[in-house]
């Protein structure tokens, strides 16, 4: 499922938070956005993902706009894990997974066997099904992202969008939540994804995005583009102190 941006302008009412963005995402491929804090990774996936308005632009998703989706079909294609909140209703973890069942079921259908099945096995994939029964307000942060994901999961999504996936995990469960986005996109998935890591996107990124200052400031092959320079200046931190960081963990394996 490709997803294409063109010329955005995104933000809230008359505050911009980014100007010309355009960026494309297809089948199999896995764009991993990298930016600071308040770049606006997350307003801009609010906005492909419909649920802002771009204040110019166009985000067209299979050459259709976004917004002239229907909202079932669109909720059928494309799946969205958020960043990890405390919950209000004290859903058990299977439910919250079960959720994402809803697209795929008609008006007043109840789950079957079969959707409950599926959303046990997505959370089996992220190795949390014995969180199944636990109250999902009573989970840990990394708990509840990984409960997140397994519901997108629960969707078969035809393009999957993440943010900050992996950041409340710990390290076994960075690792198992970034091996499962390289699985989806061989199996064709498109995946759009931002992280504060990146070493992380070098290890799944097909392509990186680099967002600072209100603009994109590069997208490419991710080793051409995240590299010790440009993410120095993206970050604001010294050269060799990005180098140093790259030199070990994730990017050595990658």
């Known amino acids: ?22 960026l494309t995402v297809v089948p199999g ?11 606006g990774k997350t307003t801009l996936f609010r906005t492909v993902l419909g649920l802002l308005p771009p204040l110019a632009g166009r985000v067209l998703v299979q050459g259709q706009s976004v917004q002239h ?8 294609r494309v799946g969205y894990v958020p960043q990890a909140q405390a919950g209000v209703f004290a859903f058990a973890a299977l439910d919250m997974v079960l959720m994402g069942r809803a697209a795929r079921l008609s ?15 997505c959370m089996e994939r992220l190795q949390i099904a014995h969180l199944a029964e636990r109250r999902y307000t009573e989970l840990s942060g990394g ?22 996936p992996t950041a409340s995990l710990d390290f076994g469960n960075q690792i198992r939540v970034l091996e499962q986005i390289a699985a989806l996109s ?13 070493e992380h996107a070098l290890r799944v990124a097909s392509r990186i995005a680099l967002l600072g200052h209100g603009r994109l400031q590069a997208v490419g092959e991710p080793r051409s583009v995240a590299t010790p320079a ?3 200046a993206l970050y604001g931190v010294s050269e060799a102190a990005i180098a140093a960081h790259l030199s070990g963990g994730f990017a050595a394996g990658g």
Not at 29 to 39: I, K, R, S
Request: proline share 5%.
């Open 107 to 121: 008006l007043l259908a109840r789950p079957s066997g079969a959707d409950r099945a599926m959303a046990l096995a």
């Open 1 to 22: 499922m490709r997803l294409t941006a063109k010329d955005l302008t995104i933000g809230y009412g008359d505050r911009v938070v980014g100007r010309n963005i355009s």
């Open 230 to 232: 440009a993410l120095a």
């Open 69 to 76: 989706w229907p909202r079932a079909e669109f909720a059928r």
């Open 186 to 198: 061989a199996q064709g998935m498109a995946v759009l994804l931002s992280t504060h890591q990146p």
């Open 29 to 39: 491929e896995v764009l991993c956005l990298l930016g600071p804090n308040g770049c």
């Open 143 to 164: 708990e509840r992202q990984l409960v997140l994901i397994a519901r997108a999961l629960a969707q078969e999504p035809a393009l999957l969008v993440m943010d900050e």
